[in-house]
T-cell receptor, first 114, second 110 residues
Framework: DGGITQSPKYLFRKEGQNVTLSCEQN?????MYWYRQDPGQGLRLIYY???????QKGDIAEGYSVSREKKESFPLTVTSAQKNPTAFYLC?????????????FGDGTRLSIL | RKEVEQDPGPFNVPEGATVAFNCTYS??????FFWYRQDCRKEPKLLMS???SGNEDGRFTAQLNRASQYISLLIRDSKLSDSATYLC???????????FGRGTSLIVHP
């Protein structure tokens, strides 16, 4: 089955700790995205990557880092510098090169502070 | 002014009703438009793309009005299972950076 897999589904972070959220896709999509969603709010873009070994900051990149060493994988690290990390994190991917294709989402990771 | 605006609702309608949502966008150079559905505590799922000439998928009709800079979603014969939040997504520029609206909540009751 093709799709986007995010893990873990739930994650707890202790103060001062970095945590990494996994996002893997087997859709052969070039572009991948990370969003944060707070209760009752829209999605806000953290980072995105259009191609392997390249990524760009979104609107709220402070306190987060990413890497794109493989096409299939786009992990997000929530660092200790992110003081309010509790949120629903969504990873998305998109096929490029064929007009404006829509994004497809993983089922998300819920991060909470211990 | 926010780039993409939606009425948060909730829109509370009986089964069988017809309901319509609008979404306004501020960037006149916007190129692509989509409607997503998001259930409570779940990921957004693509409902439909919005084409310039308007398009229909079963009970759902999407339209684009470039002159007034809004897109709309019409749901006919509402079902209980249509209860969800509907997100409007607009993209601009060649780098395809989408902007999401905050969503409109729909509650369909018996």
């Amino acid at each position: 089955d093709g799709g986007i897999t995010q893990s873990p589904k739930y994650l707890f972070r202790k103060e001062g700790q970095n945590v990494t959220l996994s996002c893997e896709q087997n859709l052969n999509h070039d572009a991948m995205y990370w969003y944060r969603q707070d209760p009752g709010q829209g999605l806000r873009l953290i980072y995105y990557s259009q191609i392997v070994n390249d990524f760009q900051k979104g609107d709220i990149a402070e306190g987060y880092s990413v890497s794109r060493e493989k096409k299939e994988s786009f992990p997000l690290t929530v660092t200790s510098a992110q003081k309010n990390p509790t949120a629903f994190y969504l990873c998305a991917s998109r096929k490029t090169g064929l007009g404006n294709q829509p994004q497809h989402f993983g089922d998300g990771t819920r991060l909470s502070i211990l | 002014r926010k780039e993409v605006e939606q009425d948060p609702g909730p829109f509370n309608v009986p089964e069988g009703a017809t309901v319509a949502f609008n979404c306004t966008y501020s960037n006149s150079a916007s190129q692509s438009f989509f409607w997503y559905r998001q259930d409570c505590r779940k990921e957004p799922k693509l409902l439909m793309s919005v084409y310039s000439s308007g398009n229909e998928d079963g009970r759902f009709t999407a339209q684009l009005n470039r002159a007034s800079q809004y897109i709309s979603l019409l749901i006919r014969d509402s079902k209980l299972s249509d209860s969800a939040t509907y997100l409007c997504v607009v993209t601009s520029g060649g780098s395809y950076i989408p902007t999401f609206g905050r969503g409109t909540s729909l509650i369909v009751h018996p």
